[in-house]
């Protein structure tokens, strides 16, 4: 007990003193961490000083695939983006901001204040506002643009682009209405008319909104066939299109939407109609100016009522080398709009391109103009006619299905073949 006495601290030092000792201990090693805290933080926060670009570089690389990364996660989000990496002078880059795993929360706050917001295939293959400012040469190139990789990564539905030239209103409209019911999905419809023309139309119609911005057009000349550059551009931009058919005011279905969906989408050829006509109205309207990208050889005559597949589109109104010529030298007597597509398709793609017309035209009267039919002319005989009078190949085998398309018809005609047309083109 006494011994145990004398290890005791003499009554001067008293208790509180030794636990006064104790505390100052742990304050001098707590106060030595915290320096040594302290170094290592000025040290890491240089280090990230000196190497903010090499962070920011890896952040905006992988920064789409921090979602479920620890290892990125600590990285900023897309905002980064703005900070001007490559420019040394601006103020130092903000600090890593939190170390936390971005939760849905902070990413969607992130990506809100992003004005770069992370870009899925979807951007790019949705169909696209019809309206748009674009003049006619970024709307060219804009078009143009194609994807060299084959094969698809997504699933996609083929649509027909059926594309209206037209100078006022579109009579024969309800006929239309009655073919393109119940097909959504299948077809687009772009309309360009004159622009001083007034759109009426009601917005429960198919044709509702799709006018596509235009241009005068003057039949016949150049800039009408840049009218049909400017419907084929409309009609690129929306990746599904992949047949493009050019109509005018005056045409009308021959067979119901299913039988021409399914005849232009399995077809193997284009039907840009292109013969080679010697006299007046043919190799008489050629230039030899046009020398030595287009010889009298190769000069062609056709309608301009042409279907087309996504490669001719492209190549149209990609063309800087033909249709200059045109808009040069083909003046009246030379008509463009008869002469520079079956040119440059027996040109480039003969391979692939049928020489005929899917839309019916009557030229038998003779003259310039083909024969306009009136009320009086729509018969069933006549429509039925007109489905299958004719031969001509399909996809290599003979058929009597050679016009999906006719025209000329007046606008009242529309009664007699609103009338007719359930039961001889079996719309419903
Ligand atoms: C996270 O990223 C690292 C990168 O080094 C990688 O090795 C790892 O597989 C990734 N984990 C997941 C779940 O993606
Ligand atoms: C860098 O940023 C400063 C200030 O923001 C700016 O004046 C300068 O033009 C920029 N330099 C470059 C090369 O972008
Ligand atoms: C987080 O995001 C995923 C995918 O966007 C979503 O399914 C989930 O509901 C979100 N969770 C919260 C808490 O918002
Ligand atoms: C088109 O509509 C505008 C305003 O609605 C009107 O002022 C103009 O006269 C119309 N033009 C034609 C050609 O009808
Ligand atoms: C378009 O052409 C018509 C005649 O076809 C003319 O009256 C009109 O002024 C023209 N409009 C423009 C904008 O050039
Ligand atoms: C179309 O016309 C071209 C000549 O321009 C010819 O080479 C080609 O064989 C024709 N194609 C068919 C299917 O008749
Ligand atoms: C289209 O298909 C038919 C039948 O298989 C074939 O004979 C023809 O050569 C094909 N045409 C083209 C342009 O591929």
Redesign the pocket.
């Known amino acids: 007990m006494n011994k145990h006495q004398q290890h005791q601290p003499p009554p001067s030092f008293p208790k509180h003193f030794l636990n006064a000792q104790i505390h100052l201990h742990k304050i001098v090693s707590s106060f030595l961490i915290f320096a040594f805290g302290l170094a290592l933080g000025a040290s890491l926060s240089i280090y990230l000083k000196d190497f903010p670009f090499q962070l920011y570089s890896t952040q905006n690389k992988y920064s789409h695939l921090s979602t479920n990364n620890r290892t990125f996660s600590s990285t900023p989000p897309p905002q980064s983006l703005n900070i001007p990496t490559n420019n040394r002078t601006s103020s130092s880059p903000p600090p890593p901001q939190s170390l936390n795993i971005p939760t849905n929360q902070t990413r969607a706050k992130t990506s809100a204040a992003s004005p770069v917001p992370q870009i899925g295939l979807k951007d790019y293959t949705k169909s696209p506002n019809i309206l748009h400012e674009m003049d006619d040469d970024e709307l060219l190139w804009r078009a143009s643009l194609v994807p060299l990789r084959q094969g698809l990564p997504f699933k996609r539905t083929p649509k027909v682009a059926f594309m209206f030239l037209t100078r006022g209103s579109l009579a024969m409209a309800p006929l239309w209405e009655m073919f393109f019911k119940g097909h959504e999905g299948l077809y687009s419809i772009y309309v360009h008319a004159n622009p001083d023309f007034n759109d009426t139309m009601p917005e429960n119609s198919v044709f509702y909104g799709r006018r596509v911005p235009s241009k005068n057009v003057t039949w016949g000349q150049p800039n009408m066939v840049q009218a049909e550059r400017r419907l084929l551009a409309n009609a690129l931009l929306d990746f599904s299109n992949q047949r493009f058919v050019l109509l005018s005011e005056s045409c009308i279905p021959l067979f119901n939407f299913n039988i021409v969906y399914n005849y232009l989408k399995d077809s ?2 284009t039907f840009v109609e292109a013969y080679d006509l010697p006299g007046p109205v043919g190799r008489d309207r050629y230039r030899h100016k046009m020398r030595p990208h287009i010889i009298l050889d190769q000069w062609r005559k056709g309608s301009q009522w042409f279907e087309v597949d996504r490669e001719i589109a492209t190549a149209m109104v990609s063309d800087d080398k033909y249709f200059p010529l045109f808009t040069r030298y083909c003046k009246p007597p030379c008509y463009s709009d008869e002469h520079y597509l079956p040119t440059y398709v027996s040109i480039k793609f003969w ?2 391109n049928s020489n005929r017309t899917l839309t019916w035209v009557d030229w038998s009267r003779g003259g310039p103009h083909p024969s306009k039919f009136m009320r009086t002319d729509v018969t069933i005989d006549f429509l039925k006619k007109l489905r299958h009078g004719s031969n001509c190949e399909y ?3 003979p058929t009597n299905i050679c016009y999906l398309f006719a025209r000329k018809f007046l606008p009242h005609s529309l009664d007699r073949l609103l009338r007719f047309a359930p039961k001889i083109m079996r719309f419903n």
């Open positions: 193997n050829q391979k692939k996809n290599g085998k």
